[in-house]
């Protein structure tokens, strides 16, 4: 089987999105330079233990058995693509966004369950990308709604062996009625990991904690289904 690839987005955090309303677009803040960046490892996990674990809500519990909506989304590859035509097996993980190294993250991020680690989470996939292609794993997305040209410098610095999806203008968010939560005038996925079984969705993981466990996370569950 041939394992292909796709990547990631940014966003800020007010207000609980609920899909099916109108969603003005408020000024978007500018975010804050950060002093002596160069000092920084900026895809090194955080403490875990100091940040706010996301709880099951149910937000997701309506998913599992649905058909992945016809939607065509942009990829960091520079291509389209329309997962509810993929045959066998996919995964995608969704995630809020992805911060930029000397930019700071928005005002009280790490406060908000499961908003912090995207970075770490991208990277997991990508050093388990040959253990996913083992597991039978076809395609592998990431997926979020920063913009396609904000994503591809993302996948570029940390050399993704897979696309990342933009879902900008929130159709698949809102197909799908995604969680989601607000910061900085985005809206921001909340984070979860979709197994996709020709084009139908198989299995989620909700809520996804600790993200640099992700991919460990669906490997696990990939090799059980095999016993």
């Given at each position: 089987m041939h394992l292909t690839a796709f990547s990631v987005n940014r966003?800020?955090?007010?207000?609980?999105?609920?899909?099916?309303?109108?969603?003005?677009?408020?000024l978007v803040q500018l975010p804050k330079p950060v002093e002596n960046p160069s000092t920084i490892d900026w895809g090194a996990a955080p403490d875990w233990s100091t940040i706010p674990a996301p709880t099951d809500d149910g937000a997701t519990s309506h998913l599992p058995g649905l058909n992945w909506p016809p939607v065509?989304?942009?990829?960091?590859?520079?291509?389209?693509?329309?997962?509810?035509?993929?045959?066998?097996?996919?995964?995608?993980?969704?995630?809020?966004?992805?911060?930029?190294?000397?930019?700071?993250?928005?005002?009280g991020w790490d406060l908000i369950p499961g908003a912090r680690g995207c970075t770490p989470q991208s990277c997991s996939f990508r050093d388990?990308?040959?253990d996913l292609k083992s597991l039978g794993v076809d395609?592998?997305?990431?997926?979020?709604?920063?913009?396609?040209?904000?994503?591809?410098?993302?996948?570029?610095?940390?050399?993704?062996p897979f696309p990342i999806l933009s879902d900008e203008q929130l159709i698949l968010t809102q197909s799908l009625n995604l969680p989601t939560f607000e910061a900085r005038g985005m809206t921001l996925l909340?984070?979860?990991t979709f197994i996709l079984l020709n084009g139908k969705i198989h299995h989620i993981f909700y809520p996804v904690f600790p993200p640099d466990q992700s991919a460990s996370d669906v490997t696990r569950w990939l090799r059980a289904q095999k016993q």
């Open positions: 966003h800020p955090i007010s207000e609980v999105f609920k899909p099916g309303g109108t969603h003005p677009s408020p065509s989304l942009e990829g960091t590859d520079g291509q389209l693509h329309d997962l509810s035509t993929l045959k066998g097996l996919t995964v995608v993980y969704a995630y809020p966004r992805t911060g930029q190294p000397g930019v700071e993250n928005p005002d388990h990308f040959a395609h592998l997305f990431g997926l979020s709604t920063q913009t396609a040209d904000y994503q591809r410098e993302a996948a570029e610095r940390l050399h993704l909340k984070r979860c």
